[in-house]
């Protein structure tokens, strides 16, 4: 099969597509047939390289995607052939003290799919069955992929973490990336008064778009003074900060006294300043969280489903940024973190025009060639018989003309027989 992989670490240009063996189905392992993945910040920081990560190469990268099951290991109960599934890339023991008290993201041997151990960025993958989640038929292929990691990595931040509440002021940096979009939501849904950072016009609308009340531009003004003044030098009950070195300070600056700062990644590096002496004088926490629970991800998918379905549409505004490229184009282009001002780049792996159609084996640009040629003879056919009358039936030379109208049509049926064969 195709993936995306990479020998060593580097830049995009390490980035290929290309072939790798077909995956391994183990005993409690599902076989998706991905049909879209998502691209993380994690993503970029797993093809960078880190400390500590030890990676065989080639390594297949990538934590999001969804698919369809087309195998199913012997020890597998939820999940059949045709379902549709989505990846949640957190990996844990269920044995260890944290996994028995059920906090799974504490789990002494917790690893992420694509991060520590082969992703899914690839055109099938092989998933133990905990790590999927049921799709809805309501939501396209793309935002199931989106949705997973930064929804219920939000998710653990805000409810389990920072434990918020209705009417607190909550600051989320970053506010169109994919962890900040998805926390702009969480905590307006849960009835915060939500802050923004971003670094556009047309982001700040975004973060107003999708929850935020106050949306700030941190490349014209200094957040933590504008938070300020906007909360009367009060502060806020709690910010979402992924960002790191360059946000730490003013993020402990922004918070109000017994303020909770919240933190999941370091973008910008992870060694930054901290004034102790804000820290216990004005009795601030700070709070680490990764990924979610099961539960914690069920509740967070749950309101992407809700939202969706409120909207009436199978794509979220807000997961709408969907891939320029297709990974087998222009992979190394796809991989360059996505600036963009709706969070991530998507992307699809499997051609469409691949994607034939289970019943009856033809694509869907097949069967219409094939439609079109029985509309063309079907209508044609008569029209031209009405036309040149029933004197044309049986008199030598005119039983030619017969032939012309069909002529579209045989043309149109081989086209579409054409295509079938090809299995466009
Ligand atoms: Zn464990």
New binding site residues.
């Given amino acids: 099969m195709q993936a995306v992989q990479f020998a060593g670490h580097g830049g995009t240009e390490v980035v290929e597509y290309g072939e790798v063996p077909d995956p391994e189905v183990g005993r409690g392992d599902v076989l998706v047939d991905v049909k879209a993945g998502a691209l993380n910040h994690l993503d970029v920081w797993t093809r960078r390289g880190m400390p500590q990560l030890d990676l065989a190469t080639p390594h297949v990268p990538g934590s999001d995607a969804a698919g369809v099951v087309v195998e199913t290991g012997a020890d597998v109960t939820r999940f059949d052939e045709g379902d549709r599934v989505a990846v949640s890339a957190g990996v844990?023991?269920?044995?260890?003290e944290?996994?028995r008290d059920g906090d799974y993201p504490l789990?002494?041997?917790f690893h992420v799919l694509g991060e520590h151990v082969p992703g899914v960025h690839s055109e099938y993958a092989a998933v133990p069955e905990d790590n999927l989640v049921p799709v809805p038929e309501n939501v396209d292929w793309e935002t199931a992929a989106a949705a997973p990691l930064v929804f219920q990595t939000a998710w653990r931040m805000l409810h389990t973490r920072a434990d918020i509440e209705a009417g607190e002021k909550v600051l989320v940096l970053g506010a169109s990336g994919g962890v900040g979009h998805a926390a702009v939501q969480i905590a307006a849904h849960a009835g915060a008064e939500v802050y923004a950072t971003a670094s556009s016009p047309e982001k700040l609308r975004y973060a107003e778009e999708i929850g935020a009340e106050h949306a700030i531009d941190y490349t014209e003004t200094d957040f933590a003074d504008e938070v300020r003044a906007h909360t009367g030098k009060r502060g806020v009950d709690v910010v979402v900060d992924h960002v790191g070195e360059a946000t730490w300070s003013d993020s402990l600056r922004s918070l109000a006294k017994g303020g909770r700062l919240v933190t999941c990644g370091a973008t910008s590096g992870g060694r930054p300043e901290t004034h102790v002496q804000r820290l216990f004088w004005n009795q601030l926490s700070v709070l680490g969280s990764t990924m979610a629970t099961p539960g914690g991800r069920r509740r967070a998918l749950a309101g992407v489903g809700r939202h969706l379905r409120r909207a009436g549409s199978g794509r979220a505004p807000d997961e709408r940024d969907r891939a320029g490229p297709r990974a087998t184009g222009e992979p190394g282009g796809l991989w360059e973190g996505s600036r963009n001002p709706r969070q991530r780049t998507l992307m699809v792996t499997h051609d469409p025009r691949e994607d034939h159609d289970d019943a009856g084996g033809m694509s869907e640009r097949a069967q219409w060639f094939v439609v079109a040629a029985l509309v063309v003879s079907g209508v044609l056919a008569p029209l031209y018989l009405y036309v040149v009358g029933p004197g044309s039936f049986g008199l030598g030379y005119r039983d030619t003309y017969l032939a012309v109208p069909m002529i579209p049509a045989v043309l149109l049926g081989a086209i579409g027989v054409w295509t079938a064969v090809r299995g466009q």
């Fill in positions: 844990f023991c269920g044995d260890c944290f996994c789990c002494t041997s």
